[in-house]
């Protein structure tokens, strides 16, 4: 275990979240060095994930060069490499994987986050308010970001969305009203948001295709708004 959490803990720091929450305790992260994270590889042409497949894990990038395309753009190739993240919505959402990663040098390494797991120990941890806080504006990061669900990136979770993000919560933090505008929250509501916004935009296509604009829905404020 202690291995472990040597190997772990500085793959985990490099997500904002998961740094602040080292720093709240090294229980929950002792844990999902154990039982959530591993190491893994891909060689030459072989696929990490690939677009319709359920998205269950989130990937830190070790060494090696991936090539990202997303189903509408295939033409389009976003190259990752050491240092970056992917796959992040798997961690907070019910995803499905909206593009193709393939391993685009001799070998690639990485660690992946399993999202079940993740959440199994978090869910249960004195943290939990905390990390449904983040991913209710993870969601809303997302959905601001994208005009329609097809479009949305497996790439989504930069450094600076991350920390886009992180800006709210940190100032909550600083005073010490975790709860606040945010009371009440759970990961099983962020789920369940997701799922509603998938239906919303499926209906919107259906109803209003190449009629009058887009819109698409606001979580903040459970209406709709003109993109």
Same mark, same amino acid.
């Given at each position: 275990?202690?291995?472990?959490?040597?190997?772990?803990?500085?793959?985990?720091?490099?997500?904002?979240?998961?740094?602040?929450?080292?720093?709240?305790?090294?229980?929950?992260?002792?844990?999902?060095?154990?039982?959530?994270?591993?190491?893994?590889?891909?060689?030459?042409?072989?696929?990490?994930?690939?677009?319709?497949?359920?998205?269950?894990?989130?990937?830190?990038?070790?060494?090696?060069?991936?090539? *990202? /395309?997303?189903?509408?753009?295939?033409?389009? +190739? !976003? $190259?990752?490499?050491?240092?970056?993240?992917? &796959?992040?919505?798997?961690?907070?959402?019910?995803?499905?994987?909206?593009?193709?990663?393939?391993?685009?040098?001799?070998?690639?390494?990485?660690?992946?986050?399993?999202?079940?797991?993740?959440?199994?120990?978090?869910?249960?941890?004195?943290?939990?308010?905390?990390?449904?806080? *983040? /991913?209710?504006?993870?969601?809303?990061?997302? +959905? !601001? $970001?994208?005009?329609?669900?097809?479009?949305? &990136?497996?790439?989504?979770?930069?450094?600076?969305?991350?920390?886009?993000?992180?800006?709210?919560?940190?100032?909550?933090?600083?005073?010490?009203?975790?709860?606040?505008?945010?009371?009440?929250?759970?990961?099983?509501?962020?789920?369940?948001?997701?799922?509603?916004?998938?239906?919303?935009?499926?209906?919107?296509?259906?109803?209003?295709?190449?009629?009058?604009?887009?819109?698409?829905?606001?979580?903040?404020?459970?209406?709709?708004?003109?993109?």
């Amino acid at each position: 275990m202690n291995l472990q959490m040597e190997v772990g803990l500085p793959i985990l720091e490099t997500h904002p979240l998961l740094k602040h929450l080292t720093v709240l305790g090294n229980n929950e992260i002792s844990r999902l060095c154990e039982k959530a994270l591993k190491e893994a590889g891909r060689i030459y042409g072989e696929d990490l994930f690939h677009a319709g497949a359920s998205g269950e894990k989130m990937y830190f990038i070790q060494s090696g060069r991936l090539n *990202y /395309a997303s189903e509408q753009h295939p033409d389009v +190739i !976003e $190259e990752v490499n050491k240092g970056n993240r992917c &796959s992040e919505a798997s961690v907070w959402l019910t995803w499905e994987h909206h593009g193709q990663m393939t391993c685009a040098d001799h070998n690639c390494n990485f660690f992946q986050l399993d999202g079940a797991g993740f959440r199994n120990i978090m869910i249960r941890s004195e943290h939990a308010e905390l990390c449904s806080m *983040y /991913a209710r504006l993870f969601l809303r990061k997302l +959905i !601001e $970001e994208y005009i329609t669900e097809e479009d949305a &990136s497996d790439l989504f979770g930069s450094d600076a969305e991350v920390g886009s993000i992180m800006t709210p919560i940190r100032a909550v933090i600083r005073t010490s009203n975790l709860m606040g505008d945010f009371g009440g929250m759970s990961l099983a509501w962020a789920f369940q948001e997701w799922r509603d916004w998938h239906q919303q935009r499926k209906e919107e296509r259906k109803n209003a295709r190449n009629a009058g604009p887009l819109q698409r829905l606001c979580t903040c404020c459970r209406g709709t708004h003109d993109v």
